[in-house]
């Protein structure tokens, strides 16, 4: 790789620093097992940096380096691994609908209900905001399972959250217009 | 999937087909392509106000040592060193 070329490699990297983190963080559920992710990402990034096409999106090339090395490497112990913020041990005592506002230990708490599938869709696409294709790229899967997922997800966080309304049903709860179907 | 059960869920808000109501333990299917209901406009709007301040207090925090190490690497590499 040129100098130029290597230094604007470099910066870009740099650059994209915080948003991998952010989104190993979101992945691993703390932040300790989240850096080592990034380090080995951004090293797998340097190593590899000749492989990178110029004129394609970098930030999801680096994005598919993380999540590939997370479902391959890192996956497995995510639960037993302890918080080093000491996020996942304050507890709470009440439920976050019950005062009205979350703050962001409510929300990881409901996040870490979702699938790592899941989650990495609506991360990808409703916080990073990278389109369905090019999380369906990041992935490595079909838009429409993108799609799925991200719908799936929200669905869900709306309805651990208790604010979930639908469109032309009403405010009814998926469960319970099932239940309803059952007694028809 | 079932054929004929097909819904095109548009980015965000989809109409699904009424009949699709009565099938929403589909949503409970994890190899299920289509979610058969569409949060309305308001819950979706603020679980995006939920994801976008959470993911911002990430973004925010400050990089790790760890990480400014490599940073110094890299810069005495640029610089020829």
Not at chain 1, 100 to 114: A, I, W
Not at chain 1, 137 to 163: D, F
Request: glycine share 6%; proline share 4%; hydrophobic share 40%.
């Amino acid at each position: 790789m040129s100098e130029p070329a290597n230094r604007s490699f470099n910066t870009a990297l740099v650059a994209a620093m915080p948003n991998l983190r952010a989104f190993a963080i979101s992945l691993c559920g703390n932040s300790h097992t989240a850096n080592d992710l990034v380090q080995e990402t951004l090293a797998k990034a340097l190593a590899n940096c000749d492989r990178f096409k110029e004129g394609t999106n970098f930030k999801a090339w680096l994005f598919t380096i993380l999540r590939n090395t997370y479902f391959s490497d890192f996956r497995r112990g995510r639960r037993e691994v302890a918080d080093s913020d000491g996020l996942a041990a304050a507890r709470l005592s009440t439920h976050p609908e019950q005062h009205g506002h979350m703050d962001m230990l409510d929300f990881k708490r409901l996040l870490d209900q979702l699938s790592d599938d899941q989650r990495e869709a609506l991360i990808l696409v409703g916080a990073e905001g990278f389109s369905y294709d090019e999380t369906a790229e990041i992935c490595g899967c079909a838009v429409g399972t993108i799609k799925s997922r991200v719908n799936r997800a929200r669905l869900k966080l709306a309805e651990l959250m208790g604010i979930a309304t639908f469109e032309d049903i009403g405010p009814e709860l998926p469960t319970q217009a099932v239940m309803k179907r059952a007694s028809v | 999937m079932p054929a004929g059960k097909k819904v095109d869920l548009q980015a965000d808000g989809g109409q699904p087909e009424e009949k699709d109501v009565y099938n929403m333990h589909t949503a409970m299917n994890e190899e299920a392509e289509d979610v058969p209901v569409v949060l309305d406009e308001r819950t979706r709007a603020e679980l995006g106000r939920q994801l976008a301040k959470y993911y911002s207090q990430l973004i925010s925090q400050p990089i790790p040592d760890q990480f400014l190490e490599l940073l110094k690497k890299l810069d005495s590499k640029e610089r020829g060193e």
